[in-house]
């Protein structure tokens, strides 16, 4: 072998781990987006939300969605659940996208005509979340409730709730997500300390 090819090799031998290295870096996905699967509930907020919960259940005070909604996911809105979309817009961000931590806002039926609001925990896949809410079941809490979507479009218009382990129920019309991060006012507003109302009437 000569000394200029002994040379050649001792220092491309570096650069090709170098290469592998940033190969192996850029193959992985960069923390600051959001996928799926990530997982954006706060878990203080959540534990304040299934306190007071335990709380008003051990006074045998009503445990209603809108409250435990507000508490768990830190969107500071009031009124029954069915206005909710409304009063979001302006307020805070809105959309079709479930994603950990959004409040999915239930339009008002005639068998709910208050409406409704769960705080999704987790997403499962483009079409299934878990979501944890209040009131669902009379007086109780509900977490980890699976919730798919049936809707035509698969935009999350029309979903169905595993009420009962294995079965899921009726379809409900759904507004879309009320995402808790605030970003028509990130630099105008701080976050808001959670507010129980514990007598509003939300579902």
Known sequence: ???????????????????LLFAAGCSQSPSGLRTLSSADINPE???????????LQSQGRRVWCVPFAR????????????????KAKGQYSRGKEPTAGAVMAFKATRR?????VAVVSK???PREVLVDHANWKRNK???????????????????RLESQ?????????????????DHLHRNKRTASKPV???????S
């Not at 508490?71 to 409304?86: D, K, L, M, P, Q």
Request: glycine share 8%; with cysteine; net charge positive.
């Open 141 to 159: 809490i509900s977490l980890q409730m699976s919730v798919i979507d049936v809707s035509p479009r698969n935009d999350w218009t029309s979903v």
């Open 45 to 55: 907020l959540h534990a304040i939300a299934i306190r007071e919960v335990r709380s």
């Open 71 to 86: 508490n768990a996911s830190g969107v500071n809105i009031r009124g029954n659940a069915n206005t909710w979309w409304g």
């Open 196 to 202: 129980f109302a514990l007598m509003e009437r939300g």
């Open 123 to 125: 997403v499962v896949s």
């Open 165 to 181: 382990s294995n079965s899921y129920g009726s379809v409900y019309p759904v507004n879309g997500f009320i995402y808790p991060d």
């Open 1 to 19: 072998m000569s000394v200029k090819h002994a040379l050649s090799t001792k220092i491309s031998i570096p650069f090709l781990c170098l290469g």
């Open 112 to 116: 709910n005509p208050m409406g409704h």
